[in-house]
C-alpha cells in the first residue's frame, strides 16, 4: 500500500492530462482521448440536468459536495490540455 501512495497514478488529483493522454492512446488510441475530452466537457452541463431533477429532500450539502468536487476535478483536467497535442 505505501508504495501505491508514492506512485502519482494511485492519486486521482495528481494525475495530470498528459498521464491519462498516454494511458489512452496506449489503450485505445486517439479516438479514446477524444471521447474523454469531450466527456469531461459535457461535465458540466450533466451536473445542472442532475441537480435540476434531485428530490426535494436530498441534501444540499450533499449535492453541493459532489458536484464542487466533480466540477473542480473537470476544471483541473481541462486547464491541463493546453500543452498537449
Given amino acids: ?3 501505491r501512495s508514492k506512485n502519482v497514478h494511485w492519486r486521482f488529483h495528481d494525475t495530470m492530462p498528459q498521464h491519462w493522454h498516454a494511458l489512452t492512446l496506449k489503450v485505445g ?3 479514446v482521448w477524444q471521447a474523454m475530452v ?5 461535465e458540466a452541463p450533466s451536473l445542472d440536468q442532475v441537480g435540476r431533477t434531485l428530490p426535494q429532500d436530498f441534501p444540499p450539502r450533499t449535492w453541493d459536495a459532489i458536484s464542487q468536487g466533480m466540477r473542480s476535478q473537470a476544471a483541473h483536467f481541462l486547464g491541463g490540455l493546453a500543452g498537449l497535442p
Wanted: hydrophobic share 45%; glycine share 10%.
Fill in 1 to 3: 500500500m505505501a508504495l
Fill in 29 to 31: 488510441g486517439p479516438q
Fill in 38 to 42: 469531450r466527456l469531461v466537457e459535457r
